[in-house]
């Protein structure tokens, strides 16, 4: 029934971010950060749908602070996802991503990846050199692409892009490690919609990303994912058919953004 619900992977496989044509040198990969600071948190609530309705199956949350690496400064991200006690009989999980990425670039330096999902376990950490342009992992040294990111600072990247270039149905390609594996993915862009979640009435911006068929999605553009229309693009619900039912995943809680959150337009009483 949830078969392999995998509550962090799925707000981030949403989420993933954009990136500049692979083979550029490092440093046009650099991109600055106006979106985020160190000592944010968002919190979300993941919905599950098989019968008609949706019923509360786990949580999410993203924190941020500021650390060092390797002398270089680092904002130093960690997603957790849980499923609720009430779910865990059908099928556990306690998952834990976290990454390590240079304050000046916005690029990855470090993954770390720690699982464990209805009794399935892994443990990965894949360091980026970002000279060689190589990730080296548990399993050995991989050549990537010069601007790869891993699937949690993709998303903290893609926040820092300026949509308002953007045309509908503008494609924007990105390369992902992960797995041991770099994938060519892309999103794309719709346009601005006004919604309303279990948070509140956003102003957003709505796009689809592409995913990789797996255990949960069926490929192609069938998800939609709404981020703040505002300087902080904060992802504020993702929406998807999976194997078996829906999911949806409503932002429920931040602190310290870096701007005011005037994609609010109405709190939910």
Known sequence: MMKRLKLICVPLLALMAFSKKAEAPVEECAIKNVAFRAGEKVSYTVFYNVTGLYFEAGTATFTNTLETLNNKPVFHIVGEGNTNSSYDWIYKVRDKYETYIDTTTMQTLKFVRNINEGGFKKYQNVTFNKTANTAVTNDGVFKVPACVQDVVSSVFYARNIDFSKLNPEDRIAFSMFLDNE????????????????KYGKFNTIKFKPLLIKGSIFEGGEKMTVWVTDDA??????????????????????????????????????
Do not use: F
């Open 232 to 269: 902080n693009h904060v992802p504020v619900r993702i929406e998807s058919p999976i194997v078996v039912g829906k999911i949806k995943i409503d932002m429920m809680g931040y602190e310290n953004l870096r701007h005011p959150m005037t994609a609010l337009i109405r709190r939910r009483g």
């Open 182 to 197: 770099v994938y060519d993915m892309y999103i794309r862009y719709i346009g601005k919609e006004t919604i309303k979640t």
